[in-house]
Nanobody
Framework: QVQLVESGGGLVQPGESLRLSCKARGFIFKFLTMDWYRQVPGKQRELVANITSGGSTNYADSVKGRFTISRDNARRTVDLQMNSLKSEDTAVYYC?????????WGQGTQVTVSS
């Protein structure tokens, strides 16, 4: 059974940092691309960053230079280091994997950036 569990969200001030982590179970982690998405109420879920099995990364323009995605295949985790956070980064962040012909999502973790 595929399971994704996010952690690390919280309340921070603008300019501060947070590190999100997603623990994966139930599939062959090292072979699959892993994604981080985020969603604010009333808007579509948007892709923040992803990392392929080979370690290639892709970022939304809005987070380039501030966020870094990484993976640890031995620990089956994918992390999102978020620096220089802005109020517009406030959202629920979700870990995602596409496998067995469908998307799987974690429960989400809230990130709030506010002074």
């Amino acid at each position: 059974q595929v399971q994704l569990v996010e952690s690390g969200g919280g309340l921070v001030q603008p300019g501060e940092s947070l590190r999100l982590s997603c623990k994966a179970r139930g599939f062959i982690f090292k072979f699959l691309t892993m994604d981080w998405y985020r969603q604010v109420p009333g808007k579509q879920r948007e892709l923040v960053a992803n990392i392929t099995s080979g370690g290639s990364t892709n970022y939304a323009d809005s987070v380039k230079g501030r966020f870094t995605i990484s993976r640890d295949n031995a620990r089956r985790t994918v992390d999102l280091q978020m620096n220089s956070l802005k109020s517009e980064d406030t959202a629920v962040y979700y870990c995602n994997v596409y496998t067995a012909n469908r998307d799987y999502w974690g429960q989400g973790t809230q990130v709030t950036v506010s002074s």
